[in-house]
């Protein structure tokens, strides 16, 4: 518990200007920040506690996308009205994660900028090239039942955790910052890294940069769609794999598909070329089977997470096949229902 | 005097400490104020095996608020021998000592106490302290040190060896027409109570401390603080009113309580000292363990042969023991068996009982192998357990007390629909998901261990009635009240229970299941003396309505003391004690096991559990759609909390097949997955129907009430009958528990 300054702004600018300090550290829900800081793994300088800005709404816009400020809370976007008829696969992901104590506090912001569950990355007295660069990565080698069996590098094999983040993936979303260069806006795809040599950086913004919301343009997938998450046990356990599907048919072939990955990478996994295969033919199990074989060719294990590999496979085939169905998977059924 | 009619003695009963708890009122050990309160923070070891060469203490020392902070260069003064150390259920060995030296014996071994005016200036400081070891080869892993296994020298009091082998368990292996041989092993495992360790430790000056501990025994704690810091009894009390949880882990005295009371004593100021949930990893665990059981058959599946061995986890400085193998000698009808069960140390803190210690992992490997034998027969599981029956314990030769097994199985099996059951592997399916049913078996000791009680009748017809039980949360209070109040016909508001005190009546550590039984029949017993007291008492009056009558022609209720042949003739408590000139009747009540019984009778619980899976065919996802338990435990004082007490067993047993596990990394003899997140527990979704079933089962010898207990059975054979079902449902045997997804993958 170390001590640091505790700053609570009014407006966006006055966050900026705040943030400017090194190792200072936005506040939203503290699901994530407050652990780190109880395991020693963060210790900011200041705290600026974002939540008096006003970043709250959930806007349709002209084209029929949403802008989502980044302190919607994760249980306000899952179960809003727009999002739950446009965008239920975002609705679903939201609601495979973390447990509805958490989603209440946990924000739309924080929730991209959660850090991994490597083990090692949350003990300080192991060594950890994303906790102190140049240090070494325990989990090759270690207990890595968890990691990555894609993108990994071999200094970091380390994953994200989100559950959202991977449906905002398939969804092509884009993430609105604001730091002391102005504004920008960041493709999804290119929010979040993959740790080459620099693993202790999890995503592209800037120092002092500020999420301020996210886009999402008018989606395709109000039917065919769904999240499946494997897991440790039926809920409240970050995911072995996840997949989200959205699949556009028309006259019994694929036009559109987008699927990604969550639980098997240091960021949500997308194959655009694989995806690009599956385009223009039939939804069915064969088809299915030679995409994710195609997703998978790449992957490798470490191990104890070998398993990972097959499961990936069967999932994806799982997921494109009750998006195909348009029976996505409920949050609340622990039946991984299959349509025959 | 007869035992007046039960009216609150099993009837489903409200917890009488519940209004308390759920209002926040009841305190835990960790929430007593106290003035002047100091704060300690515990900093870990970071290495498994070695020494610490030096510890720097000065960028902690400069933070405000720090007041004192402990090592093992200035630690205070403690009892030199072992046995100062000891506590009344200490396994053989040297118990560990907290900044004994600069030997370090498991990773995150305590080698700090930073106190300070706050907590969070302590756990600050605490993050500020920086070690540096020569680091000595380590070992945490059970495999490797296999081939070194060893049978303990010295006995673990309480926990009886491996019975000597009867008959020829390997020529009758050898020669029998159907067989098995198959390895197991049940992955360590942590206890994981909600509420953290901690305790309050109050200076309250002239010597005199008084102890909030989370603990599941005031007086082995009491002991053990006076014992290891040379303090007088009467001047340390240890209260553990409510306790937030245990199983098992507050046994033993535990970490904060010698540092809470070191510091108190060398600051001479209150102290308060708690784990954290990551801290907690270190303070003990169910040990990991390798089981290989051989079973052989006769062609209709009567045992010929049986054969356990197990190789458990301990450390490398005590000799921890519990009873894994024996229940393979005694919970079937054998005429060759062979057991035995030795240790292999390990660089980690000593493992520690957790809820059916011993049983819970070797009564899966033998039911999982029973299993197993029962596909190689070709005979339904369930009929091989009915066949093999055991009705006297052959193990000792002696009688079961009571043994309502076979209740057990038809009353379950008809509840879950036993009969429905189809015998091949992978022949029940819905859609995606294929459906197994399996069954286990269940047993777990029946204990009666010296306990006293006191009861005070007072002339409003109140009662009080204590003893230095603990509640963990099983429900100890409320029976206690319920016995008081039965014994003299008043409603449970009239009774007062007194628990969670190391100054009241002895008791043992609440565990093994033998509260109720021990406790709750001392505290029987000290009502009867009460009855008699206030009988002698009415009979000496003045024309006293009851002067004919002896002992037994009188009974106590709402108030009076009446002839149960003429209860018009009878004499209000407040009469009989306004003509003794008493405010009130206090006696005190005892029990004990009778040793001549004991030459002749074993006593036991048992259960049949039944389990419905459901696996995912392609991507291994386990549910656990209905359980059925029922179970043989005697006479049930609060069906209520009972039925808690089963479900929480079972949850626990489905944790032990799918989910719990304490991940090392054996390079560095570190546990990994401490906390909740990453170690898992079942959660609700994980959880479906679950149908507790007690069975009646009269017994007269196990215990003056007549009540064997029910804290632990609800694990034993839960975690095998999900196995048997996932077998049964996939054809895939899965012999490493927990049985995750990768397994089932894999397999």
Redesign the interface.
């Known amino acids: 518990?170390?001590?640091f300054d505790y700053v609570r702004p009014d407006t966006i600018s006055d966050a900026i200007k705040a943030l400017a300090v090194p190792d200072a550290r936005a506040l939203a829900g503290g699901t994530n920040l407050v652990d780190l800081m109880k395991?020693?793994v963060a210790r900011p300088s200041r705290i600026v506690d974002i939540n008096r800005l006003p970043l709250k709404a959930i806007e349709t816009t002209a084209e029929g996308g949403l802008k989502i400020g980044a302190l919607v809370t994760n249980s306000d976007l899952a179960w809003n009205a727009t999002v739950h008829e446009h965008f239920p696969l975002l609705a679903s992901a939201i609601l495979a994660g973390a447990s509805p104590q958490l989603r209440n506090a946990a924000t739309t912001g924080g929730n991209l900028l959660q850090r991994t569950?490597c083990?090692?990355f949350?003990?300080p007295?192991?060594a950890c090239n994303k906790r102190v660069p140049g240090s070494g990565c325990?989990a090759i080698?270690?207990?890595n039942?968890i990691h990555a069996i894609l993108g990994a590098s071999d200094e970091c094999i380390a994953v994200h955790p989100s559950d959202m983040c991977v449906a905002l993936a398939a969804l092509d979303a884009s993430v609105d910052v604001e730091g002391p260069d102005g504004k920008r806006n960041i493709p999804f795809t290119a929010f979040h890294r993959l740790p080459g040599t620099e693993p202790h950086l999890d995503n592209t913004m800037a120092a002092g940069e500020l999420i301020t919301g996210i886009h999402l343009s008018r989606c395709d997938f109000g039917i065919n769609h769904t999240y499946v998450k494997?897991r440790?046990?039926?809920?409240?356990?970050?995911a072995?794999v996840s997949v989200a599907v959205g699949l556009k048919l028309k006259a019994g072939v694929i036009e559109k598909v987008h699927v990604a990955l969550g639980g098997v990478a240091h960021k949500p996994w997308r194959d655009l070329d694989a995806e690009a295969a599956l385009k223009g033919q039939r939804p069915e199990r064969a088809a299915f089977a030679e995409f994710a074989g195609q997703v998978v060719a790449q992957a490798r294990g470490q191990g104890?997470n070998d398993?990972k590999i097959?499961?990936a496979r069967?999932?994806i085939?799982?997921a494109l096949e009750q998006a195909a169905a348009g029976t996505p998977q409920h949050q609340s059924n622990?039946?991984?229902?299959?349509e025959? | 005097m007869s035992v007046t009619e039960a009216s609150h003695i099993g009837r489903p009963t409200n917890r009488v400490d519940g209004p308390l708890k759920v209002t926040g009122q009841a305190r835990y050990a960790a929430e007593y104020p106290a003035p002047d309160l100091l704060y300690g923070y515990l900093v870990g070891s970071?290495i498994a095996a070695g020494r610490i060469t030096a510890i720097h203490l000065d960028l902690a020392r400069s933070v405000p608020g720090v007041v004192e902070i402990f090592t093992h260069e200035n630690r205070g003064k403690a009892a030199w021998l072992d046995r100062s150390w000891r506590d009344e259920v200490a396994p053989p060995g040297h118990p560990f000592r907290p900044l004994h030296s600069e030997r370090i014996l498991f990773d995150g071994q305590p080698i700090a106490l930073v106190v300070a005016e706050t907590y969070?200036a302590a756990?600050?400081a605490a993050?500020l302290i920086h070690a540096e070891y020569e680091t000595a080869e380590h070992c945490t892993e059970l495999e490797r040190k296999r081939s070194e296994a060893y049978v303990p020298p010295e006995k673990r009091s309480g926990i009886p060896p491996p019975p000597d082998p009867r008959g020829d368990a390997e020529q009758a292996f050898e020669e029998a027409p159907v067989k098995i041989s198959r390895d197991y092993r049940v992955n360590a495992e942590h206890h994981n109570p909600m509420e953290m360790f901690g305790t309050t430790c109050v200076f309250e000056g002239e010597g005199r401390l008084t102890i909030y501990d989370k603990t599941q025994g005031s007086q082995n704690a009491q002991g053990y603080v006076t014992s290891v810091f040379g303090l007088k009894s009467k001047n340390v009390r240890v209260v553990n009113h409510y306790v937030g949880g245990a199983f098992g882990s507050g046994l033993r005295p535990q970490h904060q309580l010698f540092f809470a009371v070191m510091a108190a004593i060398e600051l001479e100021r209150s102290v308060r000292v708690s784990l954290t949930r990551?801290q907690m990893f270190h303070i003990g665990y169910r040990p990991d363990n390798f089981q290989t059981v051989s079973l052989a058959a006769d062609r209709e599946g009567r045992l010929q042969s049986i054969m356990h061995d197990v190789v458990a986890a301990t450390s490398r400085y005590e000799d921890h023991q519990e009873v894994v193998v024996n229940w393979s000698g005694m919970m079937y009808h054998c005429d060759n068996v062979k057991l035995s069960y030795r240790l292999a140390k390990l660089d980690t803190a000593t493992p520690c009982d957790m809820r059916a210690p011993g049983a819970a992992i070797g009564v899966t490997a033998l039911e999982c192998a029973l299993d197993e034998l029962s596909y190689e027969v070709g005979i339904d599981p369930l009929e091989i357990r009915r066949l093999n029956f055991a009705s006297k314990d052959e193990n000792t030769d002696k009688q079961f007390t009571s043994k309502a097994l076979h209740a057990c199985y038809s009353e379950g099996a008809a509840a879950f629909g036993w009969n429905e059951r189809k015998p091949e592997p992978r022949s029940m399916r819905e859609?995606?998901?294929l459906i197994g049913w399996g069954v286990s078996t269940g047993m777990w000791d029946a204990f009666l261990q010296k306990a006293e009680a006191r009861a005070k009748l007072s002339a409003d017809g109140r009662l009080e009635v204590s003893t230095a039980a603990s509640d963990i949360g099983t429900g100890t209070w409320t029976i206690l009240t319920q016995i008081g109040a039965d014994a003299f016909g008043i409603p449970l508001e009239d009774v007062t229970a007194r628990i969670g005190d190391s100054t009241l009546p002895t008791s043992p550590v609440e565990g093994g299941s033998w509260t109720a039984a021990s406790n709750g029949s001392a505290v029987q017993a000290a009502c009867e003396a009460v009855k008699q007291t206030l009988f002698k008492h009415a009979r000496k009056m003045a024309n006293s309505p009851l002067a004919a009558a002896e002992l037994e022609d009188v009974d106590v209720s709402k108030g009076r003391i009446f002839r149960r042949d003429d209860p018009g003739r009878s004499l209000t408590i407040v009469e009989v004690m306004h003509a003794a000139d008493l405010q009130a009747i206090e006696e005190t009540g005892k029990v004990g096991p009778s040793l001549l019984q004991m030459t002749k009778y074993v006593s036991y619980t048992h259960s049949a559990v039944f389990a419905e899976v459901?696996v995912?065919e392609?991507?291994?996802?386990v549910?656990v759609t209905r359980v059925v338990c029922a179970v043989a435990a005697g006479r049930i004082l609060n069906p209520k909390t009972a039925r808690s007490q089963i479900l929480g067993g079972v949850v626990m047993g489905i944790g032990m097949a799918?989910?719990e596990e304490g991940?090392?990394?054996h390079?560095?003899g570190?546990i990994?997955?401490h906390?909740l997140?990453?170690y898992?527990i079942?959660?609700?979704?994980?959880i479906e129907d679950i149908d507790v079933i007690f069975v009646d089962e009269h017994d007269d010898k196990v215990s003056p009430l007549g009540v064997k207990g029910i804290g632990e059975i609800g694990i034993v054979g839960t975690a095998a009958a999900v196995a048997n079902a996932i077998f049964h449902a996939t054809g895939k045997r899965v012999r490493d528990f927990p049985i995750?997804?990768?397994k089932l993958?894999?397999a």
């Open positions: 518990m170390n001590r395991y020693e569950r083990y090692y949350y003990d007295s192991t325990s080698g270690g207990v039942r494997i440790d046990r039926l809920s409240y356990a970050f072995l104890q398993f097959e499961l069967r999932t085939i799982r622990k039946s991984l229902q299959q025959k | 970071t969070e756990r600050d993050s990551a859609r995606q998901e459901r995912d392609d991507l291994g996802v549910r799918l989910h991940i090392t990394d390079r560095l570190k990994m997955n906390n997140a990453e898992h079942p959660a609700h979704a994980d995750t997804i990768d993958i894999a």
